[in-house]
């Protein structure tokens, strides 16, 4: 995914403009959840001081931030497909509970 600052903003208020604030999903970073697997932990460990305003999302979370997105001003490129395609996970009967963990390296 390219680097894009109002997409981080709104989905972990990482890199915000304080002259025009956008609303964080979350409201702030989450961290990881107490229940992560042991895969992604050791991914974020590997990370060490680089990696940073952990977060997850839940695939309603995933539909806010389109809604955030989509009330932004023009000229803010085009919504992430990837993120469109994780809502797809709801359409599925065995997945009852899904998150998508995100974080961010220097």
Known sequence: MWRNYYLYSILADVRQDNHNPIECVTGEPLGLPEDVSPIVKKF???????????????ICDIEKVK????????????????????????????????????????
């Open 44 to 58: 974020s460990d590997d990370y060490g001081v680089d990696g940073h305003s952990h977060t997850y999302l839940d």
């Open 67 to 106: 809604q955030i997105w989509d009330n932004l001003d023009d000229g803010v490129g085009t919504f992430p497909q990837q993120l469109l395609d994780l809502k797809k996970l709801k359409e599925v009967p065995v997945i009852e509970d899904v998150r998508v963990i995100i974080w961010f390296d220097n």
